[in-house]
């Protein structure tokens, strides 16, 4: 006889169903022993039945016999007490072989149950494992990003630092063109003012006012020069300039050999003086003469 199973479907937990199967067809083989008992005592029971029966027959067919139908009556009876007392006990093996075989059938039913249960953690086991598989794989993209925005800051970071560096020596090189395109004046200030400083952005210059020192005490006498070429003066030209306008002289000349060329300004136009005195009268003119005058003051 083929093993019955009651685990037909596939499991997330192969062993724990294994052995419930296992446990299971344990149970029933022995449910089935105890059945097959029950079966021979109830088969034992019939059997006393039937002798009880031939025992009746056998007592009312010995009735004319009484010696000997006493005898077997009692035989009889004594027999059908063993066998109702077998029967009883047959009953009670029964009795206890069906409540052997509840209660392994409630085991086995427990045995399903744990199993099944057994299934059921095993299926969460197995979802809670794919669960923390993808939140370990999403640990790993996220540490990947991460890694991945710390090298772009490490790059940014050092280009920052290259251009940090560019603008210094930019700096630096304007600090060195301004410094060398610096230029100075000086003026001498009066003597007992005070040094002064100042400095212009737009031309880049420094102005140094320094006053002038005290004058010193006068020096000994030098000794007496060599005697030089006697110069010489000459008059140039004279001209006649504007009225109102400055006169001016010019050495046309050299230091030892001057010449002077004078411009002198013309006068003012003086005042009108007194009329004279009346000349003489003049010859009398002839005809020809007067006409020509009455013409022009016509």
Same mark, same amino acid.
């Given at each position: 006889?083929?093993?019955?199973?009651?685990?037909?479907?596939?499991? %997330?937990?192969? !062993?724990?169903?294994? *052995?419930?199967?296992?446990?299971?067809?344990?149970?029933?083989?022995?449910?089935?022993?105890?059945k097959e008992a029950a079966e021979v005592a109830r088969s034992g029971a019939e059997s006393a039945e039937a002798?009880?029966?031939?025992?009746?027959?056998?007592?009312?067919? +010995?009735?004319?016999?009484?010696?000997?139908?006493? +005898?077997?009556?009692?035989?009889?009876?004594?027999? !059908?007490?063993?066998?109702?007392?077998?029967?009883?006990?047959?009953?009670? $093996?029964?009795?206890?072989?069906?409540?052997?075989?509840?209660?392994?059938?409630?085991?086995?039913?427990?045995?399903?149950?744990?199993?099944? *249960?057994?299934?059921?953690?095993?299926?969460?086991?197995?979802?809670?494992?794919?669960?923390?598989?993808?939140?370990?794989?999403?640990?790993?993209?996220?540490?990947?990003?991460?890694? %991945?925005?710390?090298?772009?800051?490490?790059?940014?970071?050092?280009?920052?630092?290259?251009?940090?560096? $560019?603008?210094?020596?930019?700096?630096?090189?304007?600090?060195?063109?301004?410094?060398?395109?610096?230029?100075?004046?000086?003026?001498?200030?009066?003597?007992?003012?005070?040094?002064?400083?100042?400095?212009?952005?737009?031309?880049?210059?420094?102005?140094?006012?320094?006053?002038?020192?005290?004058?010193?005490?006068? &020096?000994?006498?030098?000794?007496?020069?060599?005697?030089?070429?006697?110069?010489?003066?000459?008059? &140039?030209? !004279?001209?006649?300039?504007?009225?109102?306008?400055?006169?001016?002289i010019t050495n046309s000349g050299t230091s030892g050999a001057a010449t002077f060329d004078f411009v002198i300004?013309?006068?003012?136009? #003086?005042? =009108?003086?007194?009329?004279?005195? =009346? #000349?003489?009268? #003049?010859?009398?003119?002839?005809?020809?003469?007067?006409?020509?005058?009455?013409?022009?003051? #016509?």
């Amino acid at each position: 006889m083929a093993k019955s199973s009651v685990f037909q479907g596939t499991g %997330t937990n192969p !062993v724990a169903i294994s *052995t419930a199967q296992t446990e299971l067809d344990n149970l029933v083989a022995a449910a089935r022993v105890e059945k097959e008992a029950a079966e021979v005592a109830r088969s034992g029971a019939e059997s006393a039945e039937a002798n009880t029966t031939t025992a009746a027959a056998q007592a009312a067919a +010995s009735a004319s016999a009484a010696s000997t139908s006493e +005898s077997n009556a009692a035989t009889s009876a004594a027999n !059908v007490a063993v066998s109702e007392a077998n029967a009883a006990s047959s009953a009670n $093996a029964a009795a206890t072989s069906a409540s052997a075989a509840s209660t392994s059938a409630t085991n086995a039913s427990s045995s399903a149950t744990s199993a099944s *249960t057994s299934e059921t953690n095993a299926s969460t086991s197995a979802a809670n494992a794919a669960t923390s598989e993808t939140n370990a794989s999403t640990s790993a993209t996220n540490a990947s990003n991460s890694a %991945t925005a710390a090298a772009t800051s490490a790059t940014n970071a050092a280009t920052s630092e290259t251009n940090a560096a $560019a603008s210094a020596a930019s700096a630096a090189s304007q600090v060195t063109n301004k410094f060398a395109a610096i230029t100075t004046s000086t003026t001498t200030g009066a003597a007992g003012t005070n040094a002064a400083v100042s400095y212009s952005s737009g031309t880049n210059n420094f102005a140094f006012t320094v006053p002038q020192g005290a004058t010193g005490a006068t &020096g000994a006498t030098g000794a007496t020069g060599a005697t030089g070429t006697a110069a010489t003066i000459a008059v &140039g030209t !004279v001209s006649t300039g504007a009225a109102g306008s400055s006169a001016t002289i010019t050495n046309s000349g050299t230091s030892g050999a001057a010449t002077f060329d004078f411009v002198i300004p013309r006068g003012d136009v #003086g005042a =009108t003086g007194a009329t004279g005195a =009346t #000349g003489p009268q #003049g010859p009398a003119g002839s005809d020809a003469d007067a006409i020509p005058m009455a013409i022009a003051l #016509g």
